[in-house]
T-cell receptor, first 111, second 113 residues
Framework: DAGVIQSPRHEVTEMGQEVTLRCKPI?????LFWYRQTMMRGLELLIY????????DSGMPEDRFSAKMPNASFSTLKIQPSEPRDSAVYFC?????????FGPGTRLTVL | GENVEQHPSTLSVQEGDSAVIKCTYS??????FPWYKQELGKRPQLIID?????GEKKDQRIAVTLNKTAKHFSLHITETQPEDSAVYFC????????????FGSGTRLSIRP
């Protein structure tokens, strides 16, 4: 298995642009998690899905952030419009139950 | 909801010595406690985990202990090596397919040569 796959690995964009991050979970895992990591705030859970259904989105910072999981093998995290304070590493993780397996992350820089 | 506190935030030990990282949790329903290691520029990776029906678990140089009564759990690394330098996160959750993991704030471990 290739593990959790994220794309792009690096994204540099200008303030105000739309950013879409993508994640493919490990096949057979029924939970998917989106995290944001910064030096100041550490590892923050943004939203998670179980069986493609959003369970808890209380960590989503504001309405500029949205996430979807249209099927068991794909999820997106969208930021529109992006702001410099959104610069961070965004991790996707998947889990069969309990143990979480992280993807390599997307390093987002908003200028 | 669950809250996980982790100490210390930074730890420096001499190569070959032991390192101990401690965590506390608040929700008595939590029954699964994983530990993650994150090297610089890499993803967090699970290194060991323990469930509440076990008090201690060991894997080579790393061990975890759990005190359910006190809601404490700890990571012990013996005979530390330079490659142990990383940020370590403890976490707690209810072990089910629909549960989220609550992470501690992390401990930056540095191994002095």
């Amino acid at each position: 298995d290739a593990g959790v796959i994220q794309s792009p690995r690096h994204e540099v964009t200008e303030m105000g642009q739309e950013v879409t991050l993508r994640c493919k979970p490990i096949s057979g895992h029924n939970s998917l998690f989106w995290y944001r990591q910064t030096m100041m705030r550490g590892l923050e859970l943004l939203i998670y899905f179980n069986n493609n259904v959003p369970i808890d989105d209380s960590g989503m910072p504001e309405d500029r952030f949205s996430a979807k999981m249209p099927n068991a093998s794909f999820s997106t995290l969208k930021i529109q419009p992006s702001e410099p304070r959104d610069s961070a590493v965004y991790f996707c993780a998947s889990s069969p139950a309990g143990k979480q397996f992280f993807g390599p992350g997307t390093r987002l820089t908003v200028l | 909801g669950e809250n996980v506190e982790q100490h210390p935030s930074t730890l420096s030990v001499q190569e070959g010595d032991s390192a101990v990282i401690k965590c506390t949790y608040s929700d008595s329903a939590s029954n699964y406690f994983p530990w993650y290691k994150q090297e610089l520029g890499k993803r967090p990776q699970l290194i060991i985990d323990i469930r509440s029906n076990v008090g201690e678990k060991k894997d080579q140089r790393i061990a975890v202990t759990l005190n359910k009564t006190a809601k404490h759990f700890s990571l012990h690394i013996t005979e530390t090596q330079p490659e142990d330098s990383a940020v370590y996160f403890c976490a707690a959750s209810i072990d089910s397919s629909a549960s989220k993991i609550i992470f501690g704030s992390g401990t930056r471990l540095s191994i002095r040569p």
